[in-house]
């Protein structure tokens, strides 16, 4: 069985040596370019681990397991220009290095050729991989428009936001592990519980997300703590904090969410102070822990002897020990 970083490396490869002969050139340059900026490449990761579970040679399926990583880069161009975000894993982002017609024509290009490489898996599977594929795209829109509904409200629910992301990125994991489990003719049993394993470890993966922008150490994370508080951004953190504060917490916070004009640090500084006072932190790391625990039994019920599954718990580990 073949390691994570062994697969990754399988992966940065086939993108990288990814051939773009149609023209216009222009149209593609920018898609080279967002592939070439490197990221964790956890999807096609997934993917290919719980492959490797039951069958050898998981380059076999890199074809489709790397239009997941095409589709997913698209999803974040697309973001980045709703977001009018100026960096993206320290480069500049596609409607800022060319303009954002460019970044519209080639995202939707790059939606196009995730399809084409998805389809060059096994004939046999085509139909109920592409059927999980087509489903798991419609349901991140659905969790981006709850994304974007859910920044003019206060009132948002916590089982709200969790079925968001649990749409907004969960869902991609989630089809990348039953994917992996299909395309190796897994049984129908095992490829459910990979697919529920997935999901939780992402549920997991984005709360961890939420408190290391509050908690991380900025050295380690990779880039400024305390983001998404100067953008009032929904989080697991910001959600709680409204719901549980009693009302002179509450004040004070929807003092420093109405601001117009505000010192970042102090922001930061204040709203992670309420956020410790009324408890958000060791609930964000219980609920972290509760997920990962989910996505565990899941992988515990997979029907293949443990040392089979050694390789895949090993990611799954390596991705909730991140502090970046």
């Avoid at 139909?127 to 409200?153: H, N, S, V, W």
């Avoid at 993966?205 to 983001?227: R, W």
Wanted: aromatic share 10%; hydrophobic share 40%; charged share 25%.
């Amino acid at each position: 069985m073949l390691t994570s970083t062994e697969i990754l490396h399988l992966v940065n490869q086939y993108l990288d040596n990814m051939p773009y002969d149609r023209q216009p050139a222009s149209l593609y340059a920018p898609i080279r370019y967002v592939l070439s900026l490197g990221g964790k490449r956890i999807r096609p990761t997934l993917m290919l681990l719980s492959y490797n579970l039951y069958k050898e040679h998981p380059e076999d399926i890199l074809a489709p397991a790397c239009a997941l990583e095409t589709y997913h880069n698209y999803t974040l161009l697309h973001d980045d220009l709703m977001d009018n975000a100026d960096l993206r894993r320290g480069h500049q982002t596609v409607h800022k290095k060319w303009d954002a017609n460019t970044a519209i024509l080639s995202g939707d290009s790059m939606l196009v050729l995730a399809f084409q490489r998805m389809m060059k898996c096994q004939p046999d599977k085509l139909k109920p991989i592409l059927e999980l594929f087509t489903e798991t795209a419609l349901e991140i829109g659905e969790g981006q428009q709850y994304d974007m509904d859910f920044e003019t409200r206060t009132d948002v629910r916590e089982e709200e936001y969790i079925e968001m992301i649990r749409l907004k990125t969960s869902v991609l994991l989630a089809c990348a592990t039953q994917m992996g489990a299909i395309l190796a003719d897994a049984p129908e049993s095992d490829a459910r519980n990979l697919y529920k394993f997935g999901e939780q470890i992402g549920l997991a993966f984005q709360l961890q997300d939420d408190f290391l922008d509050v908690y991380g150490d900025p050295e380690v994370f990779g880039k400024a703590i305390g983001g998404d508080i100067t953008s009032n951004k929904k989080t697991y953190m910001l959600i709680n904090a409204f719901n549980r504060a009693d009302d002179a917490q509450r004040t004070e916070l929807m003092q420093w969410i109405t601001a117009k004009d505000f010192d970042r640090q102090q922001k930061i500084e204040a709203v992670t102070s309420l956020y410790n006072t009324i408890g958000i932190d060791r609930m964000a790391l219980e609920r972290i822990e509760y997920y990962f625990a989910e996505a565990s039994k899941y992988l515990d019920a997979v029907a293949l002897p443990e040392e089979r599954k050694t390789q895949l718990r090993a990611y799954a580990d390596e991705m909730m020990k991140r502090e970046k």
